[in-house]
């Protein structure tokens, strides 16, 4: 697969290293715009405290001390962990904020190879996930209250895209900030033709309007709490009544008091996993929650709004394309267990800047993998059905320095093969090849 250079040429090398990919010209640039570089003859540079930290991490290590000599390594030159420990502040976080953002990504990104013919220009997936963070740190990153304690966390906002796995951004955010506040961001990403999965935290009526008016598509569960009425009659509409006739709903029908027309999609669910979320329901803490019986009634239907016409996808369809964001639940874990992103916290930090950094710089680290790893081993990924995402997260990390340095990716890949196999299963399929059974 061909791949561009930060400076705009296509490579020949199809094993071009990881480190090729950080253009000093724009880290440099990035390095003075923040703030992080004042001088040329500055001792830690951009690139090697991003490198350094990726080889520490992968070592399953995260102290200053740690990451000084991996720099030292890189540099050629002693760089104390005091020289690290200074470097904690703002203008390093803003630095790495630029490097994960825009500019950055487009010299990292390598579109997809894959030509099928989509009915969706592009597949996204919008989701958060939470950090929890040393309690050091609570009064800067606020969590909830545990057990009369208050709690210090963080939240990552994604927005994934499927169709070419990569990454529109990954925004860091307080955890006080919740999914519906949060449900513009994603907006200015969509163009026509394009496929927005979400999450139940994230629906508003009005973005759902704006994703519309842009010619994109949506495909969201309905909140209990949200009714839906029939376009004619403006009645509201018995779902428990109509179902139990019908076993299943699929129409156009006005959302909530605004009257918002959109398609609804209710399909029954298996026996298991009604079971499953029916003990979830009843374990619930939070006695604001309505769980009447007609609640517990709807929890064995997936009950899901959309935008895309009946002409377009069958009820069937919906279904299967909705439950492709399970898969960025899995990105998700993948980085806490694949990446250590939760077991290499620094506990009893008081530095909230150093929280700042660590997170950008594993953003950064996960974006490697999930943009330029991964496509870089597509076609070879997609032969490999039996191959697992999680499994192949903890690879990257864990032969990180290898993979920084290899010029034949063929030990690799061997390696690979016997490290991120599923254990014992053949039956499974990866997710370039289930994009390819849903997609088309």
Same mark, same amino acid.
């Given at each position: 697969m061909k791949t561009k250079s930060p400076t705009g040429n296509k490579s020949r &090398? #199809?094993?071009?290293?990881?480190?090729?990919?950080?253009?000093?010209?724009i880290l440099n640039r990035l390095a003075i715009k923040s703030g992080f570089k004042k001088r040329s003859n500055s001792k830690i540079s951009a690139k090697n405290l991003i490198l350094g930290f990726m080889m520490m991490v992968s070592k399953k290590k995260n102290t200053y001390e740690c990451w000084s000599q991996e720099i030292s390594l890189l540099s050629g030159s002693v760089i104390s962990r005091q020289a690290v420990e200074e470097r904690m502040r703002p203008e390093t976080t803003a630095m790495l904020k630029l490097t994960l953002g825009e500019e950055f990504k487009k010299s990292l990104h390598t579109r997809a190879t894959q030509q099928v013919q989509r009915k969706f220009k592009h597949i996204k997936l919008e989701d958060s996930t939470v950090l929890n963070?040393? !309690? +050091?740190?609570? /009064?800067?990153? /606020?969590? &909830?209250? *545990?057990?009369?304690?208050?709690?210090?966390? $963080?939240?990552?906002?994604? =927005?994934?895209d499927f169709t070419e796995n990569a990454f529109d951004f990954m925004n860091l955010h307080s955890f006080t900030r919740n999914d519906q506040s949060l449900s513009m961001d994603s907006i200015r990403y969509l163009s026509q033709g394009d496929l927005l999965l979400r999450d139940m935290g994230f629906p508003v009526l009005d973005v759902l309007d704006e994703i519309e008016t842009r010619g994109a598509y949506f495909i969201s569960p309905k909140s209990f709490q949200t009714n839906v009425y029939d376009p004619e009659t403006k009645e509201k509409i018995d779902l428990i009544k109509v179902l139990s006739k019908r076993g299943f709903f699929d129409d156009e029908v006005l959302v909530s008091k605004k009257h918002k027309k959109m398609r609804l999609v209710i399909?029954?669910?298996?026996?298991?996993?009604?079971?499953?979320?029916?003990?979830?329901? *009843?374990?619930?803490?939070?006695?604001?929650? &309505?769980?009447? /019986? +007609?609640?517990?009634?709807?929890?064995?239907?997936?009950?899901?709004?959309?935008?895309?016409?009946? @002409?377009?996808? *069958?009820? !069937?369809? %919906?279904?299967?394309?909705?439950?492709?964001?399970?898969?960025? !639940?899995?990105?998700?874990?993948?980085?806490?267990?694949?990446?250590?992103?939760? #077991?290499?916290?620094? *506990?009893k930090c008081d530095n909230p800047e150093r929280i700042y950094c660590m997170i950008y710089l594993w953003l950064i680290f996960i974006m490697l993998f999930h943009t330029l790893w991964i496509?870089? &081993?597509? $076609?070879?990924?997609?032969?490999?059905?039996?191959?697992?995402?999680?499994?192949?997260?903890?690879?990257?990390?864990?032969?990180?320095?290898? %993979? =920084? %340095?290899?010029?034949?990716? @063929?030990?690799?890949? #061997?390696?690979?093969?016997?490290?991120?196999?599923?254990?014992?299963?053949?039956?499974?399929?990866?997710?370039?090849?289930?994009? +390819?059974?849903?997609?088309v």
């Amino acid at each position: 697969m061909k791949t561009k250079s930060p400076t705009g040429n296509k490579s020949r &090398n #199809k094993d071009r290293k990881i480190s090729d990919f950080f253009s000093t010209k724009i880290l440099n640039r990035l390095a003075i715009k923040s703030g992080f570089k004042k001088r040329s003859n500055s001792k830690i540079s951009a690139k090697n405290l991003i490198l350094g930290f990726m080889m520490m991490v992968s070592k399953k290590k995260n102290t200053y001390e740690c990451w000084s000599q991996e720099i030292s390594l890189l540099s050629g030159s002693v760089i104390s962990r005091q020289a690290v420990e200074e470097r904690m502040r703002p203008e390093t976080t803003a630095m790495l904020k630029l490097t994960l953002g825009e500019e950055f990504k487009k010299s990292l990104h390598t579109r997809a190879t894959q030509q099928v013919q989509r009915k969706f220009k592009h597949i996204k997936l919008e989701d958060s996930t939470v950090l929890n963070l040393p !309690e +050091e740190l609570s /009064s800067v990153f /606020s969590g &909830n209250v *545990s057990g009369g304690k208050k709690k210090s966390q $963080a939240k990552i906002h994604a =927005l994934y895209d499927f169709t070419e796995n990569a990454f529109d951004f990954m925004n860091l955010h307080s955890f006080t900030r919740n999914d519906q506040s949060l449900s513009m961001d994603s907006i200015r990403y969509l163009s026509q033709g394009d496929l927005l999965l979400r999450d139940m935290g994230f629906p508003v009526l009005d973005v759902l309007d704006e994703i519309e008016t842009r010619g994109a598509y949506f495909i969201s569960p309905k909140s209990f709490q949200t009714n839906v009425y029939d376009p004619e009659t403006k009645e509201k509409i018995d779902l428990i009544k109509v179902l139990s006739k019908r076993g299943f709903f699929d129409d156009e029908v006005l959302v909530s008091k605004k009257h918002k027309k959109m398609r609804l999609v209710i399909l029954p669910l298996p026996s298991e996993l009604v079971a499953q979320r029916k003990r979830k329901a *009843s374990c619930d803490r939070d006695k604001r929650l &309505n769980h009447s /019986s +007609e609640y517990y009634n709807l929890l064995g239907y997936s009950i899901l709004i959309t935008n895309v016409p009946q @002409t377009m996808c *069958s009820a !069937e369809e %919906i279904s299967k394309l909705y439950g492709l964001r399970w898969q960025i !639940e899995i990105i998700f874990k993948s980085w806490k267990s694949g990446f250590y992103l939760v #077991k290499l916290a620094p *506990s009893k930090c008081d530095n909230p800047e150093r929280i700042y950094c660590m997170i950008y710089l594993w953003l950064i680290f996960i974006m490697l993998f999930h943009t330029l790893w991964i496509n870089h &081993n597509q $076609a070879y990924l997609r032969k490999k059905a039996n191959l697992s995402i999680l499994k192949l997260a903890s690879f990257f990390s864990d032969y990180f320095p290898l %993979i =920084l %340095i290899e010029k034949n990716a @063929t030990k690799i890949r #061997k390696l690979m093969l016997l490290k991120c196999r599923y254990d014992k299963r053949n039956d499974r399929i990866n997710l370039m090849q289930k994009y +390819e059974k849903i997609a088309v």
